[in-house]
């Protein structure tokens, strides 16, 4: 991989972070309205609306392959994003994007436990600096670890999985078909979860439309997208570091926007968790 690779697959990887956290501080203000499934639904349908339009020109045919790949992605992308929905009906857009990010940790862990090899000195330093931000982030609000911190959690644990599935599949598959077929897959199933434990509520689907439709397109689509784009070039690890953006941007828009209370050790950790992303950034070359 040479250098222009790798800052392009960055700056792909800078795009989905700062998509995340749009998509979080818009979802945090239609949380009381909206249900979980109902958002999956909107924001997903709408990027396969997107994907297939971007598709149309395509004719190369879906192996059985990649649609195993493609399922199984599609599945963690459920997983992982439904937790993370879910985890701001019970705590902070701030706290939440941080829980999330735990990935960054879990990443690194099990790639090794999986190759058995230990990470460069940089990815080690980055992995126990970005530790001791969030511990430090964990109290920003004042408050203790709650339930939505511990769906945060679980969405980092299923993050985790689906970035080191996808860092095998991603060179194999064309970027926008494997895009596709997840938004295809997450699409399905959030439907039928809407019907089966929400019912079908169109007034607010409609309600919500133009929020649905910005995360759909920005926060789902072009992020979805761009970390499998990405991912042909990134290792695992640096894609669990560099994508600390989403916190750390979900951090200064939740206090701009949301007018969220940040404590000082907040600031602090969000400030290693920084130096984390450049270090990762400079030197995992």
Excluded at 53 to 70: A, H, L, P, V
Excluded at 122 to 143: D, E, H, P
């Amino acid at each position: 991989m040479n250098i222009s690779q790798k800052r392009k697959a960055d700056l792909l990887l800078f795009i989905t972070a700062s998509g995340w956290a749009m998509s979080t501080i818009i979802i945090k203000l239609y949380t009381e309205t909206l249900p979980v499934f109902h958002l999956m639904f909107g924001r997903y349908a709408i990027a396969l609306i997107v994907l297939t339009f971007m598709q149309r020109n395509k004719k190369q045919k879906i192996s059985k392959s990649d649609w195993k790949y493609g399922g199984i992605l599609g599945i963690l992308t459920f997983l992982a994003f439904t937790l993370a929905i879910a985890s701001l009906y019970f705590t902070s857009a701030s706290k939440s994007g941080f829980f999330v990010a735990m990935s960054v940790l879990f990443v690194p862990i099990v790639t090794t436990i999986l190759h058995r090899h230990l990470p460069n000195k940089w990815i080690t330093f980055g992995v126990l600096l970005s530790l001791v931000g969030l511990y430090l982030i964990s109290g920003m609000n004042g408050g203790g670890f709650n339930r939505g911190d511990a769906l945060a959690l679980l969405c980092a644990f299923s993050y985790t999985v689906y970035i080191l599935i996808l860092d095998r599949s991603a060179k194999q598959i064309d970027e926008s078909q494997l895009a596709w077929m997840q938004m295809l897959v997450v699409t399905i199933i959030s439907a039928v979860f809407m019907i089966i434990f929400e019912g079908i509520n169109l007034e607010g689907l409609k309600a919500a439309f133009l929020p649905i439709l910005v995360i759909g397109v920005l926060g789902t689509a072009l992020t979805n997208y761009a970390q499998i784009k990405a991912q042909q070039h990134a290792t695992p690890e640096s894609v669990g570091l560099i994508l600390l953006g989403e916190p750390l941007f979900t951090l200064i828009m939740a206090a701009i926007i949301l007018h969220e209370k940040i404590l000082f050790k907040g600031v602090i950790g969000a400030v290693l968790l920084l130096l984390a992303l450049v270090i990762t950034i400079l030197k995992d070359e």
